[in-house]
């Protein structure tokens, strides 16, 4: 593709924020008009719902789930281990119940003995608040994952260990819930002591070598970032355009509409044999989830460099100004002592496994990793053999501790 095409497109964006799914009629599944605290209540777990405030004043919903379907609240003896979920890219914790509660992990790790908490980040469905800036300021989108590392991550870990009176907990991330645990875990010790083990499912440090289509985009991430704000655009849900050039070059005629109208798998990949195709709909309607233009822009300069780098503001005198040297800080991953397991799959368009490769030997503390055949980067999520491949896995190693 020409660079004359790539300008059209980018002048094509919509100055509107418009739904992905916004045209399609989705089955009526009650989840799909859910938010997860009703979705985890629905099938039939207590849930509890929290405000956690960062310390630069983003204030982010996390949900818990206390027990199992058949377990008594009142009935419950002393404190079980503790597990934080993190979700991905453009996504929120709603990945984590979507499924049907025996192929769900949340549900699944409730129902096993463990109490469960659900991450969120800023600019997500629920990190829409501050505690002084609007959500339609400029201030208020002005972030990357570099502050999600920084501030979410410590504030939700601290809060829930706080909540719980536990001294440390398991975490499990996805896709970006791996990159800000890379990225906090290696310098911040005092949150490292807080984590007994962290499973990293596709786990991500640097996307140099990613398949998504999204790598299209690196050599404008410049003009991009103009532009999005030359329009005013701060959060980043695609317009239909977009979509559907994607669609285009990443769909055949015979795939289905409701996967290719959908921008996360445009940009993760999905794998039909994994998905269950009737929780398309929950699926859709809770995904993307959204984020801000420049935490896309991170992601572009990241295809671009293949370093594990904060975000990159354009010129050496910009970058002097907010990190005091020519060039973004890089993050180090052997620095990170968490004891650590990767699963990570052949086809992700993501993580890809070039990646993943080079990832693993700076990994001082790493117990294991499991490499999946033939998955993708959603299947961690919503793969039908998801809970037989790599959840009951997981549980057997938090037990084994």
């Not at 890219?89 to 659900?118: Q, Y």
């Not at 070059?249 to 795939?255: A, F, K, L, M």
């Not at 100004?321 to 990570?344: C, F």
């Amino acid at each position: 593709m020409s660079m004359l095409c790539f300008v059209v497109l980018c002048l094509s964006f919509s100055l509107t924020v418009v739904a992905a799914i916004s045209s399609f009629d989705l089955q009526d599944l009650p989840e799909t008009h859910m938010n997860v605290s009703q979705i985890i209540r629905y099938n039939g777990y207590p849930a509890e719902e929290y405000n956690v405030v960062t310390d630069d004043g983003y204030v982010i919903t996390i949900q818990r789930i206390p027990a199992g379907r058949k377990e008594n609240l009142m009935d419950l003896g002393g404190p079980k281990p503790v597990v934080f979920l993190q979700h991905g890219l453009l996504c929120s914790s709603s990945n984590w119940v979507t499924n049907l509660p025996n192929e769900s992990l949340a549900f699944i790790l409730a129902d096993a003995g463990f109490d469960v908490w659900l991450g969120n980040v800023r600019g997500n469905t629920y990190g829409l608040h501050h505690v002084k800036y609007p959500v339609h300021s400029d201030e208020f989108w002005d972030f990357s994952w570099d502050e999600m590392a920084r501030y979410d991550l410590p504030a939700m870990l601290k809060f829930v260990v706080s909540k719980t009176s536990q001294p440390s907990l398991f975490y499990v991330g996805h896709s970006q819930g791996t990159l800000i645990a890379f990225a906090e875990f290696s310098r911040n010790k005092e949150l490292a002591k807080l984590v007994k083990k962290f499973f990293a499912f596709g786990p991500v440090t640097t996307v140099g070598h990613l398949e998504s289509p999204i790598k299209y985009f690196r050599y404008l991430a410049p003009e991009l970032q103009f532009l999005f704000k030359l329009l005013g655009v701060r959060d980043f849900l695609p317009s239909n355009f977009l979509i559907h050039w994607l669609a285009e070059h990443v769909c055949d005629e015979h795939e289905v509409d409701l996967i290719c109208s959908n921008i996360l798998f445009l940009i993760a990949g999905y794998d039909k044999a994994q998905l269950n195709m009737t929780r398309l709909p929950v699926y859709v309607s809770h995904t993307p989830a959204g984020t801000s233009v420049k935490n896309m822009i991170h992601f572009l300069q990241m295809t671009g460099s293949n370093k594990f780098q904060m975000f990159n503001y354009g010129s050496a005198e910009k970058n002097r100004e907010h990190y005091g040297q020519d060039t973004p800080p890089l993050y180090n991953a052997t620095a990170m002592t968490v004891p650590v397991a990767l699963y990570w799959a052949q086809n992700d368009w993501l993580a890809d496994p070039t990646d993943v490769r080079a990832l693993l030997p700076l990994l001082s503390n790493k117990l294991y990793d499991k490499y999946i055949p033939k998955w993708d980067h959603m299947d961690f999520l919503w793969g039908l053999d998801a809970a037989e491949v790599v959840y009951y896995d997981v549980i057997k190693h938090m037990r084994n501790v």
